[in-house]
C-alpha cells in the first residue's frame, strides 16, 4: 500500500434524507444529514480518530456511508484510494474483513440463539481463519484471554448472559481474530457502565497497537474522546467545524461551537456517571439551524454579517488544526 494514501477518505460527502410527506400531515422534507464531509484517516501509522458532536449531528450516518449500508446523495468515499462503491461490488469479503464495526448496542450484532463460541466460531469460518477445528478452538481461547475474558467461564453461554460489558468485549475479541485495518466504533461504551468502560477503552488502545489498527471512534462524550483519541473531528449539524489534534482540539478549541461543548463537559470524576448527551442548551438546536452560511451563526456569540452570508471554508489556524469559522480568516 502507498504510504503516502490515506487509509480512508472522504471526500465532500453529503447525505440527505427525505422525510415525510406522510398522511398529507407533514410536508416532505429534506434533511441533510451530512453536508459536504471531507477528511482523511492516514494509512502510514495506526490512530483513533473521534468523530464529536451532539445527537443528531449525523455521526452514525457517516458510519452507515463508511460501511455501505447508505449511499451518499454526493461526494465520494474511498478505502486505500478505491470507492467503497467498487470494494463492496467487486471485493465484498475482503471490504468486510478489513473494516470492521462495533455498534452502540451489542444486542443489534449477536444473533440470540446463538453461543458464544458459535458467535466466533462463524466469523473463523466466514474469513477462513483456522484450518482445523482444534485450531479454530485455541485461537478463540487465546483471543478472549487477550481481552481479559475468561474462555472457561463465558463459552457455553448465550448473548444475554454475558453483561454488557462482557458483550462489547466480546466484540474486541472478534476484532483480534478478524485483525482489521480499521474499526468504526459507534458509542461503543454508552450503554455499560462506567466503571467498565475504561476496561473496554484499554482493551481497545492496546488492539490498535497490537494489530496495527486505526479507528474512526463515534462519540457525544468529549471526555472519552479525549482520552483515547489521537484525532479529533467535531461535527455540528452534519457540518465539521473543527478538526486537529485530539489534545489541542479540547486543549486550545477554536471554533466557537466547539468552546461551548468543552465547557459543558463536566469535571471528570470517574466515579460518577455523566448521564447528559452534549446539550447545546436544547434538543430543539436543528430547528436554530441558519437557512445560509455558517450553521452555528444564529447562536454563535461572535457571529458577524458574514457569517449569515457565506459558509466559512476550514482554515487551518494552527499548524495542523482547523476551524471552519470566519474569526481565523
Ligand atoms: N434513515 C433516515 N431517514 C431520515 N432521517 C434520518 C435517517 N437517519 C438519520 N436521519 C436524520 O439525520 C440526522 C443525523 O442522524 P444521525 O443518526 O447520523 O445522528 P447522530 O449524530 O448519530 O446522533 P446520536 O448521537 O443521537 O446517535 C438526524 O436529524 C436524523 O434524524
Ligand atoms: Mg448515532
Not at 500500500?1 to 429534506?30: A, C, H, S, W, Y
Not at 487465546?142 to 466480546?170: A, C, F, K, V
Not at 466547539?258 to 434538543?283: F, N, Y
Request: with cysteine; net charge positive.
Amino acid at each position: 500500500m502507498n504510504m503516502e494514501q490515506p487509509l480512508l477518505e472522504l471526500r465532500d460527502v453529503t447525505k440527505v434524507f427525505k422525510i415525510g410527506g406522510g398522511l398529507g400531515l407533514v410536508g416532505r422534507r429534506l434533511i441533510r444529514a451530512v453536508d459536504r464531509v471531507s477528511f482523511a484517516i492516514p494509512g502510514e501509522s495506526p490512530i483513533i480518530t473521534a468523530l464529536v458532536g451532539e445527537s443528531g449531528s449525523g455521526k452514525s450516518t457517516i458510519a452507515r456511508l463508511i460501511l455501505g449500508l447508505l449511499e451518499p446523495t454526493s461526494g465520494v468515499i474511498l478505502y486505500k484510494g478505491r470507492d467503497v462503491r467498487s470494494w463492496l461490488k467487486s471485493d465484498r469479503v475482503m471490504y468486510r474483513r478489513e473494516v470492521q464495526v462495533i455498534f452502540q448496542d451489542p444486542y443489534s450484532t449477536y444473533n440470540p440463539f446463538y453461543r458464544v463460541e458459535r458467535v466466533l466460531h462463524m466469523v473463523i469460518k466466514k474469513f477462513g481463519l483456522a484450518s482445523s477445528e482444534r485450531e479454530g478452538r485455541d485461537l478463540i481461547m487465546e483471543s478472549m484471554r487477550t481481552i481479559g475474558l475468561r474462555p472457561e467461564d463465558l463459552l457455553g453461554r448465550y448473548p444475554h448472559q454475558l453483561s454488557g460489558g462482557e458483550r462489547q468485549r466480546l466484540m474486541l475479541a472478534r476484532i483480534l481474530l478478524i485483525k482489521p485495518k480499521l474499526v468504526v466504533a459507534d458509542e461503543p461504551v454508552s450503554m455499560i457502565d462506567v466503571s467498565l468502560r475504561s476496561i473496554f477503552l484499554e482493551n481497545l488502545l492496546d488492539l490498535k497497537g497490537r494489530l496495527k489498527m486505526s479507528c474512526l471512534y463515534i462519540t457525544h462524550d468529549l471526555n472519552i474522546a479525549h482520552y483515547v483519541a489521537d484525532r479529533m473531528i467535531v461535527l455540528c449539524l452534519g457540518n465539521i467545524v473543527e478538526m486537529g489534534e485530539a489534545k489541542s482540539v479540547v486543549g486550545e478549541a477554536l471554533h466557537p461551537y466547539t468552546r461551548l461543548l468543552v465547557r459543558s463537559i463536566p469535571i471528570p470524576d470517574p466515579r460518577r456517571r455523566w448521564k447528559g448527551r452534549l446539550q447545546v442548551e436544547d434538543i430543539t438546536f436543528r430547528g436554530f439551524q441558519a437557512e445560509q452560511g455558517c450553521v452555528f451563526s444564529n447562536r454563535c456569540p461572535h457571529a458577524m454579517p458574514v457569517c449569515k452570508e457565506e459558509t466559512p471554508p476550514l482554515i487551518e489556524a494552527r499548524p495542523g488544526h482547523k476551524a471552519a469559522c470566519f474569526l481565523y480568516r
